[in-house]
């Protein structure tokens, strides 16, 4: 069974903190990864990634996949009280391309 | 451009009785997706549509839910009876390609059952 683990579940930091979110997986016929960003609504589209050892970068925000250890960790750098939400991530894979998620990160971004 | 349409955003109603859900993915998206999302868990798919086909409906629970997409735009799904246990917010996404592509997802409709 594909399976996606996130840690941590949750985090508290203060403004300005640097944060790593990681996420594990394991899905036959690994097509890609994403990362969302979850507030009181839909999941925004942050990331996708499937070449390892690629950084995808956006403002504060970035991504690198490794896809030799099955993993990877989104960075947030300067963190803002906006940046509180619940961060996603998924993996594409198996016969019909299905997009597994994991439970998510929570992160609370303190003033 | 228009993003996914939801609705209802809320929806509240007592065990046994029926609801639906809509969607209007984004125009030109033939992928659709509904997606069933409990607390503090990632979004688990229910079933995923290639224009009007159902080509994944492997985790719906037929016994009870149902979903359609007549003429490869607009979808509903409905679930009926429901139960205590279907309380979740239920999310519709849409893709543009259906092995590669990024999901867009809609605000949701949450339900809760009484």
């Known amino acids: 069974e594909d399976k996606v683990v996130q840690s941590p579940l949750s985090l508290v930091v203060h403004e300005g903190d640097t944060v790593t979110l990681n996420c594990s997986y394991e899905?036959?016929?690994?097509?890609?990864l994403l990362w969302y960003k979850q507030e009181k609504k839909a999941p925004t589209f942050l990331f996708m990634l499937?070449?390892?050892?690629i950084e995808k970068k956006s403002g504060r925000l970035s991504s690198i996949l490794d896809k030799k250890e099955l993993f990877s960790i989104l960075n947030i750098t300067a963190t803002q009280t906006g940046d509180s939400a619940i961060y996603l991530c998924?993996?594409?894979?198996?016969?019909?391309?299905?997009?597994?998620f994991g439970k998510g990160t929570l992160l609370t971004v303190n003033p | 451009e228009a993003g996914v349409v939801q609705s209802p955003r809320y929806k509240i109603i007592e065990k046994k009785q029926p609801v639906a859900f809509w969607c209007n993915p984004i125009?030109?998206?033939?992928?659709l997706y509904w997606y069933l999302q409990n607390l503090g868990q990632g979004p688990e798919l229910l079933i995923r549509?290639?224009?009007?086909?159902?080509?994944?409906d492997s985790q719906l629970p037929k016994d009870r839910f149902s979903a359609e997409r007549l003429k490869g735009v607009d979808s509903t799904l409905k679930i009926q009876p429901a139960e205590l246990g279907d309380s979740a917010v239920y999310l519709c996404?849409?893709?543009?390609?259906?092995?590669?592509?990024?999901?867009?997802f809609g605000e949701g409709s949450r339900l809760t059952v009484l």
């Open positions: 549509y290639e224009n009007e086909e159902a080509v994944d």
């Open positions: 899905v036959t016929n690994f097509r890609s």
């Open positions: 499937t070449s390892s050892g």
């Open positions: 998924a993996a594409r894979g198996g016969s019909n391309y299905k997009l597994t």
């Open positions: 996404a849409s893709s543009g390609t259906f092995n590669t592509g990024e999901l867009f």
């Open positions: 125009s030109g998206h033939n992928t």
